[in-house]
């Protein structure tokens, strides 16, 4: 199992290009995992993205 | 070779200096594009006392290749060679060992394991770079390019910072924290954020106590690290 620490920033919504709004505040990272036993690892690539948005109907946050 | 290889930085002596300077060197190497780089922990020729051996084990496991390695003429140096309490002028908790202290610095890395391979395949698919100086990501501040054997970052999302250069026990040593939002995950697995940094303003010193005992490392404000 793997768990996520996330510390997000509200400098960091301005270059974000994954989502289409700019939230008010945001953290991002990758992760790769492996099948851990072929030559050629099978590798699996995961972008994970969290933001928080307060405006509208109410804060709520997202991870993507 | 840069993108499948590792290296490693010679024959090094088990010095102070060679510790400080084996964080510069593998520096260089992220530069000449070998990020999978590292030294002999402890140091390759002469004898490793137990302060020297902790202290390098704290920031070798930082590196991105970390092994203690030793020259077969000089005495022992694995880590359960020093299976003695910590003396009054490294620490003042001398119930533990420094051995204990070493096993905490493993074990601290393999819990960033996930982080570190991740860091490796992304840049084994990108380029960059792992284990750089400040001033790689904060180029404008001139004080990211000032005492770069005790800052440094990991990947995208974590900070280290070390005492490399005097291994005796401080109550105060001055580390440098870019401007952000730094939390603390060592010693505070997996975090203490009633601890953060907060250098929102601008880049400044901080300074924390370094005992035997004692290294940092911070996460870095809009990042995600897997544990």
């Not at chain 1, 939230?23 to 851990?36: E, I, V």
Request: glycine share 8%; charged share 20%; aromatic share 16%.
């Amino acid at each position: 199992m793997t768990d996520l620490i996330i510390l997000p920033n509200a400098s960091n919504g301005i270059n974000n290009t994954e989502v289409d709004y700019r939230p008010d505040c945001s953290a991002k990272g990758t992760l790769y995992f492996d099948d851990g036993v072929s030559y050629k690892k099978d590798v699996t690539k995961l972008q994970v993205f969290y933001s928080y948005i307060s405006e509208k109907l109410g804060a709520n946050s997202s991870i993507v | 070779m840069q993108k499948y290889a590792y290296h490693w930085l010679g024959d090094n002596w088990s010095w102070v200096e060679y510790m400080a300077d084996s964080v510069k060197n593998i520096y260089e190497y992220q530069l000449f594009g070998l990020p999978f780089m590292g030294c002999d922990l402890c140091g390759f020729n002469g004898d490793a006392a137990g302060d020297l051996c902790t202290r390098w084990h704290q920031v070798g496991t930082l590196f991105p290749f970390a092994r203690n390695h030793n020259q077969n003429a000089t005495t022992d140096q694995e880590p359960y060679v020093f299976n003695f309490s910590l003396p009054a002028n490294v620490s003042d908790n001398h119930s533990i060992t420094y051995t204990d202290v070493i096993r905490t610095a493993i074990r601290n890395r393999y819990t960033l394991t996930r982080y570190y391979y991740s860091q490796f395949w992304k840049i084994n698919e990108e380029g960059g770079s792992f284990f750089k100086p400040l001033f790689f990501d904060f180029g404008d501040d001139a004080e990211a390019y000032k005492i770069i054997e005790k800052n440094m970052l990991i990947g995208n999302a974590l900070k280290g910072s070390v005492e490399t250069t005097n291994l005796s026990k401080s109550e105060g040593v001055d580390f440098y924290f870019p401007q952000g939002t730094w939390c603390p995950i060592i010693p505070h697995m997996p975090s203490n954020f009633n601890e953060c940094i907060d250098h929102s303003a601008g880049g400044a010193n901080k300074t924390l106590r370094s005992h035997m005992e004692d290294y940092y490392v911070h996460i870095r404000d809009g990042s995600i690290l897997p544990v």
